[in-house]
C-alpha cells in the first residue's frame, strides 16, 4: 500500500486547510487510516484516525472539535479538515494505515506511512 499526502502550505492563524491521503496498490478495506504530526524539536504525535468502514473516529484532546477526519471509499482518500488554525499546529502531517483494531494513538503499529505534507500557521 503507498499512501500520498497532499494539500499541505502557509495560512494564517484562524483559517482552515483541508489535507488528503490517498492509498493505492493494495486493499484499504479493514484497516485504520490515521493522521500524526511532528513539529520541529518535538516528539510525533497522534491528530486523528478512523477506522474503514466503521463510523467512528479518534482525535488528539489538543484538536478535537477543531479538526475533521473523513473518508472517500470510492476514491480510496482520507481527508483531515482542519479549522481554526493555531501556531502550534505548525508540523509536517502524515498519514498512515495500519491493521483495523490496533489502538489509534499507537504509531509504532501502524504498516504504512504517507511522505508527509507541510502545514505552517504564521501571521
Known amino acids: 500500500v503507498q499512501l500520498q499526502a497532499s494539500g499541505g502550505g502557509l495560512v494564517q492563524p484562524g483559517d482552515s486547510m483541508k489535507i488528503s491521503c490517498a492509498a493505492s496498490?493494495?486493499?484499504?478495506?479493514?484497516?485504520?487510516m490515521g493522521w500524526f504530526r511532528q513539529a520541529p524539536g518535538k516528539e510525533r504525535e497522534f491528530v486523528a484516525a478512523?477506522?474503514?468502514?466503521?463510523?467512528?473516529?479518534y482525535y488528539a484532546d489538543s484538536v478535537k472539535d477543531r479538526f475533521a477526519i473523513s473518508r472517500d471509499d470510492a476514491k480510496n482518500t482520507v481527508t483531515l479538515q482542519m479549522n481554526t488554525l493555531k501556531p502550534e499546529d505548525t508540523a509536517v502531517y502524515y498519514c498512515?494505515?495500519?491493521?483495523?483494531?490496533?489502538?489509534?494513538?499507537?504509531?509504532?503499529?501502524?504498516?504504512?506511512w504517507g511522505q508527509g505534507t507541510q502545514v505552517t500557521v504564521s501571521s
Open positions: 498512515a494505515a495500519g491493521p483495523l483494531y490496533i489502538r489509534p494513538t499507537d504509531a509504532d503499529k501502524y504498516d504504512y
Open positions: 478512523l477506522r474503514w468502514r466503521n463510523p467512528n473516529t
Open positions: 496498490g493494495g486493499t484499504i478495506t479493514n484497516i485504520l
